[in-house]
Structure formats: structure tokens, C-alpha cells
């Protein structure tokens, strides 16, 4: 693995400020117990009370306290305990799809290390969505883990600023940035796009085809991939863009997509697995020779190209290793020891059967 961050092309991930209108606030730091107390006229012990043994609060009392809660947006902390011991077990990860392999290898690999040492992993899913996204950030707020782990980027500028409020080791991963909101276990996506491109065209393929997500990673993928292209004077025969991936299907979808399109193609590069495992089942269910009439490749953790059959063409990153490297920084972070916050690995290339 390689530690130089300038061996690997940097991508270039989308800073998205939220828009608001003249003099709207932005943003809100969390509203303390004891500001509720307070506008209630009542000490903290009350409101504690009141939102978790309302027995014990006279009716007009916590009426009173209901009202300041709604008004002020005051989220009772389940786990204050922990924090005012100065310490929470929980590390909390974020995949964008727990249907794909390459992620859920991440957060195994990570849960692996940490548990070992006395925390314990919590799981939720983003599923490529900045309003699921914004639901689990805002749920930190109240959870405050020891740590958070995503399995990528945060681009709301918003949901960045609210990470660094916490004031706890966030390690974000699967793209080389620039400017993570703190730690980072990156890859460069433009060069998976471009070793892809270079992998099909060493292969004789000469109408290679893309499919996608039009944003994020997708979008970086795609950018290398028709830059190494065009390097080697080759068109992009056809590309197809989706929102989301949610599972198999949307592959076998979006392959259909690129043939009513009228590409001519003879290759596809797939920028995810399920991607990649739809297309490939979408052109044998159609009596279509893989590789013989077309080629597949999809960017994923190489390791798993063997799981399918006919083996899958696979361009990516040992996802186990980006677990295994969040989790160290998070215990190094939290003991105080001394490691590089930042680090870019390799990407490798498994040719199976489908190329």
C-alpha cells in the first residue's frame, strides 16, 4: 500500500453550500439541557425527569418543559452518561450500500480491530443521499459516538461543519480529497477510471461504454476513464447515468438503457459491483457472448472477482484494508499516538472472465 499522497491523482469532490436565503441562519449548534432548564425555569435534574420519568414531574411542570423543548429543538441524549464520563464505546459507520460487497468488507474489517479494543461498531446506511445523509449526521448530535467512519466523502459544506462540531475523529475514505473534514483513508477515483480505460483498450476493445451514478464517485470514475481515452485516441461510445444504485437490478436496468440508447459498443466499464454483476447477468440472460461479444468491467475490491461466474473484470481497492486503516486511526486518535491522518492506497486490476 502506498502512503504517498502525491502518487495518486487527487479528485476533485463537489463542495455543496446549502441555499438559503438573506440572513437565514445556516446553522444551529445543539441546544444544552441546561438552556432548556433555564428558559423553563426549572434546574436540569427536572428536565431530565420530565422527558424520561414524567411520573415524577407535576403535569404543568412538564407541560412547561414540552413547550421550551419544541421551541428551542432540544434532543434528550440518550447516552449523557457516557459523556459525562468523557467516553462512548460506539463507533458509529456510514456505508453507502450494505447490498455491496466492497463496503460492508470495510466496516467487517473496521469492527474487527476496534472491538478488540473495547468499542463497539454501529451501523447505518446512506444509500448515496444527501437527505439520508443529513439524517444520520443530525442523529450524532444525540448519539455522540467515540468515532464515525463513512465509506466516502461529505460534500455539504453544512453536514461538514456540523462533523467538526462534534469534536470526535471522523475518518471519511473512497476518495482522494483535498480537504477532509479530518482523517482520511483515500483512493484516487480518477485513476480507477483511468486504469480501467487503459485495461480494456490493452484488451483490443475500441467502443468502450460507461454506466454510473452522474455524481459523486461515478462522476470521477467516468472523468479518468474518458480522459485515458482520449489519450489513446479512443471515443466513448455511450454512457449511461443513474441517481442511485440500490442493488443488481439497476445494473441490469442500466444496461438495457445503453442498448435503447443506440451506442455501438463492444465493451462496459461499470463504476460500482452491482453495477457491474447486473450488467454482466443482463447481457448473458440476453444470449449475449461475455466476453465474446462484449466485455465487462466494474470497480470494486478485486478479491471478490472470483464470487461470480462466469469471474467478474474488476478494477479497485482492497476494501478490507480501508477498514483495517480507519480503524487505526480512530484508536490512534483516541490513546493520543501519533499517526499520519491521512494515507492513499493502491488500486490493483483481477482480469477474470468477462474482459
Same mark, same amino acid.
Given at each position: 500500500?502506498?502512503?504517498?499522497?502525491?502518487?495518486?491523482?487527487?479528485d476533485?469532490?463537489?463542495?455543496?453550500?446549502?441555499?438559503?436565503?438573506?440572513?437565514?441562519?445556516?446553522?444551529?449548534?445543539?441546544?444544552?439541557?441546561?438552556?432548556?432548564?433555564?428558559?423553563?425555569?426549572?434546574?436540569?435534574?427536572t428536565?431530565?425527569?420530565?422527558?424520561?420519568?414524567?411520573?415524577?414531574?407535576?403535569d404543568?411542570?412538564?407541560?412547561?418543559?414540552?413547550?421550551?423543548v419544541?421551541?428551542?429543538g432540544?434532543?434528550?441524549?440518550?447516552?449523557?452518561?457516557?459523556?459525562?464520563s468523557?467516553?462512548?464505546?460506539?463507533?458509529?459507520?456510514?456505508?453507502?450500500?450494505l447490498?455491496?460487497?466492497?463496503?460492508?468488507?470495510?466496516?467487517?474489517?473496521?469492527?474487527?480491530?476496534?472491538?478488540?479494543?473495547?468499542l463497539?461498531?454501529?451501523?447505518?446506511?446512506?444509500?448515496?443521499?444527501?437527505?439520508?445523509?443529513?439524517?444520520a449526521?443530525?442523529?450524532?448530535?444525540?448519539?455522540?459516538?467515540?468515532?464515525?467512519?463513512?465509506?466516502?466523502?461529505?460534500?455539504?459544506?453544512?453536514?461538514?461543519?456540523?462533523?467538526?462540531?462534534?469534536n470526535?475523529p471522523?475518518v471519511e475514505?473512497?476518495?482522494?480529497t483535498r480537504?477532509?473534514?479530518?482523517?482520511?483513508?483515500?483512493?484516487?477515483?480518477?485513476?480507477? #477510471?483511468? %486504469? =480501467?480505460?487503459?485495461?480494456? /483498450?490493452?484488451? @483490443?476493445?475500441?467502443? *468502450?461504454?460507461?454506466?454510473?451514478? +452522474?455524481?459523486?464517485?461515478?462522476?470521477?470514475?467516468?472523468?479518468?476513464?474518458?480522459?485515458?481515452?482520449a489519450?489513446?485516441?479512443?471515443n466513448?461510445?455511450?454512457?449511461?447515468?443513474?441517481?442511485?444504485?440500490e442493488?443488481?437490478?439497476?445494473?441490469r436496468?442500466?444496461?438495457?438503457?445503453?442498448?435503447?440508447?443506440?451506442?455501438?459498443?463492444?465493451?462496459?466499464?461499470?463504476?460500482?459491483?452491482?453495477?457491474?454483476?447486473?450488467?454482466?447477468i443482463?447481457?448473458?440472460?440476453q444470449g449475449?457472448?461475455?466476453?465474446?461479444?462484449? #466485455?465487462? %468491467? =466494474?470497480?470494486?475490491?478485486? /478479491?471478490?472477482? @472470483?464470487?461470480?461466474? *462466469?469471474?467478474?473484470?474488476?478494477? +479497485?481497492?482492497?476494501?478490507?484494508?480501508?477498514?483495517?486503516?480507519?480503524?487505526?486511526?480512530?484508536?490512534?486518535?483516541?490513546?493520543?499516538?501519533?499517526?499520519?491522518?491521512?494515507?492513499?492506497?493502491?488500486?490493483?486490476?483481477?482480469?477474470?472472465?468477462?474482459?
Amino acid at each position: 500500500m502506498h502512503d504517498d499522497l502525491t502518487a495518486h491523482s487527487f479528485d476533485d469532490v463537489v463542495r455543496i453550500e446549502p441555499t438559503v436565503s438573506a440572513g437565514t441562519q445556516t446553522r444551529a449548534k445543539p441546544v444544552r439541557i441546561e438552556q432548556v432548564a433555564q428558559l423553563a425555569g426549572v434546574s436540569a435534574i427536572t428536565v431530565s425527569r420530565a422527558l424520561r420519568n414524567p411520573n415524577l414531574v407535576s403535569d404543568a411542570t412538564r407541560a412547561r418543559i414540552l413547550e421550551v423543548v419544541q421551541q428551542t429543538g432540544y434532543w434528550s441524549n440518550p447516552h449523557a452518561s457516557a459523556l459525562r464520563s468523557g467516553r462512548s464505546s460506539i463507533v458509529a459507520v456510514f456505508v453507502s450500500n450494505l447490498q455491496s460487497q466492497q463496503y460492508t468488507q470495510a466496516a467487517q474489517a473496521c469492527a474487527q480491530v476496534i472491538e478488540e479494543h473495547g468499542l463497539q461498531m454501529m451501523v447505518g446506511q446512506t444509500s448515496y443521499s444527501y437527505s439520508r445523509e443529513l439524517t444520520a449526521i443530525q442523529s450524532l448530535r444525540a448519539l455522540r459516538p467515540a468515532a464515525v467512519f463513512f465509506t466516502g466523502v461529505i460534500e455539504l459544506e453544512e453536514n461538514r461543519r456540523t462533523l467538526r462540531d462534534l469534536n470526535i475523529p471522523i475518518v471519511e475514505s473512497w476518495a482522494h480529497t483535498r480537504d477532509p473534514i479530518d482523517m482520511l483513508v483515500a483512493f484516487s477515483n480518477v485513476d480507477a #477510471g483511468r %486504469l =480501467a480505460a487503459t485495461h480494456l /483498450s490493452d484488451r @483490443g476493445y475500441r467502443r *468502450p461504454a460507461f454506466i454510473g451514478r +452522474g455524481g459523486g464517485r461515478g462522476k470521477l470514475r467516468l472523468q479518468g476513464f474518458s480522459q485515458r481515452l482520449a489519450e489513446r485516441d479512443i471515443n466513448l461510445a455511450g454512457h449511461v447515468v443513474i441517481d442511485w444504485v440500490e442493488s443488481v437490478e439497476d445494473g441490469r436496468i442500466a444496461y438495457r438503457r445503453l442498448q435503447e440508447s443506440g451506442a455501438q459498443f463492444d465493451s462496459v466499464f461499470c463504476a460500482n459491483d452491482l453495477l457491474g454483476t447486473g450488467a454482466m447477468i443482463e447481457a448473458l440472460s440476453q444470449g449475449q457472448g461475455v466476453p465474446e461479444q462484449v #466485455g465487462i %468491467l =466494474a470497480f470494486g475490491d478485486p /478479491s471478490t472477482a @472470483g464470487a461470480l461466474s *462466469p469471474r467478474l473484470s474488476m478494477v +479497485g481497492v482492497d476494501t478490507r484494508e480501508v477498514g483495517r486503516r480507519a480503524a487505526a486511526m480512530i484508536l490512534a486518535r483516541i490513546s493520543g499516538e501519533d499517526l499520519p491522518s491521512r494515507t492513499c492506497l493502491d488500486l490493483s486490476l483481477v482480469r477474470g472472465e468477462t474482459t
